[in-house]
């Protein structure tokens, strides 16, 4: 995982829990107005956080912590999430994760698994108006329209 980020407390991001936020590098999306774009377009490899650096702090939160955020950038654009998250979930801990729902599939399978609690899914802006929005003028709407159909079913908070 490249995470670039963790904010080890939090009583907003997860409605109801006490939670830490992680942030990882990278995003599929160019949105202008992107409060993280130093995740997005200038990240530093040199800035990285370890995994075990994040293990080690959940280990030590135990009992403390109910839940782990985890933001971006767009988490499902890292290629190990389903075993970065299978990890903290052993550890006990809720997972709520933040996306843009450009990745229908892989949201779908960890939900479906059973590795995700809560999802957050940004959307930016009516669909007349979403490729300028993300940046990204011709963008193909379907997969936003399937993810925002997955969690609209119910199968997830």
Do not use: W
């Not at 009516?126 to 990204?136: R, V, W």
């Amino acid at each position: 995982m490249e995470i670039h980020g963790i904010q080890k407390m939090t009583l907003l991001d997860y409605p109801e829990k006490v939670a830490c936020t992680i942030f990882t590098a990278r995003c599929n999306f160019r949105c202008p107005f992107c409060h993280n774009a130093s995740l997005v377009t200038h990240v530093d490899a040199a800035a990285a956080i370890s995994e075990e650096e994040v293990f080690s702090f959940l280990a030590k939160r135990q009992g403390i912590l109910d839940g782990v955020c985890i933001t971006g950038g767009e988490p499902l654009l890292q290629p190990d999430i389903e075993e970065f998250i299978r990890k903290v979930k052993e550890l006990g801990y809720q997972v709520k994760l933040d996306t843009n729902g450009s990745n229908v599939l892989r949201l779908r399978r960890l939900v479906e698994q059973g590795l995700v609690d809560y999802v957050a899914m940004d959307i930016k802006n009516a669909p007349d108006k979403y490729g300028t929005t993300i940046g990204i003028e011709e963008y193909d709407m379907s997969n936003i329209f399937q993810s925002v159909d997955f969690l609209m079913s119910g199968d997830v908070p």
